[in-house]
Structures are given as C-alpha cells and as structure tokens.
C-alpha cells in the first residue's frame, strides 16, 4: 500500500525552528518529485517547496525561501522540511505529496492538482 505519513509538526515560538518528516512506504521515491503544502484556516493552500528525489533539485516559494529547506534522505525514503525563523504566518496543517516525475516535469512547480498521493497531514502552530 502506498503510504506517506508526516511527522514533526507541534507549537512552535516564533522565530523559532521545526523540522517536519515525510516517510514513504509501499514505493521508492527515486522516480518521484516530493512537495509540501500547507493549508491554514480561512486561507488558500499554498505550495511550499518541492524536490526530486532522484536528482535533488529543489523549488520553494517565495514566502519561505531563505527560511526553509527540503531534503531528502535516499536510504530512508524520507524528504525533510526544515523550516527556520517561523512566523505566525506559517501556522497551517502541512501535507507531504507525491507524483511519478521520473523526467522532473513537476520539480519547478507547486502544483496541487499535479500530485497523485497524500499524507494526512501535520499541524504546525506558531505562537507569537
């Protein structure tokens, strides 16, 4: 079964830092590019980085760049969000999501509708 299970996510001061898990199983991620999304009440979901997992290239948007990080870890078939210096703003539920991209098509995107599996989600509250 394929599966993506998120982790990390807690209350968090701001300015303070988080880091945010995206495990795998029933598939390898080596043909897949990997996003992160958020959804906070009243608001739009926002795409918030991405990365291939096979050639490691990595997009972000422009709210988080020079904030956040993606990365991967191959042999744990995980990708990370470290996020840095949050703010208020970046209290949201955060999703984990995958799509075959083996030609790296989707890596410079963060499109919702391109993405094919979902995590459940992860809260991150940040407090003033």
């Known amino acids: 079964e394929v599966q993506l299970v998120e982790s990390g996510g807690g209350l968090v001061q701001a300015g303070g830092p988080l880091r945010l898990s995206c495990a795998a199983s029933g598939f390898t991620l080596d043909d897949y590019t990997i996003g992160w999304f958020r959804q906070a009440p009243g608001k739009e979901g926002e795409g918030v980085s991405c990365?291939?997992?096979?050639?490691?290239?990595?997009h972000y948007a422009d709210s988080v760049k020079g904030r956040f990080t993606i990365s991967k870890d191959n042999a744990k078939n995980t990708v990370y969000l470290h996020m840095n210096a949050l703010e208020p703003e970046d209290t949201a539920i955060y999703y984990c999501?995958?799509?075959?991209?083996?030609?790296?098509?989707?890596?410079?995107?963060?499109?919702?509708?391109?993405?094919?599996?979902w995590g459940q989600g992860t809260q991150v509250t940040v407090s003033l």
């Open positions: 999501a995958a799509v075959y991209d083996p030609l790296t098509i989707v890596a410079d995107q963060l499109l919702e509708s391109e993405y094919d599996y």
């Open positions: 990365i291939s997992f096979g050639y490691g290239m990595t």
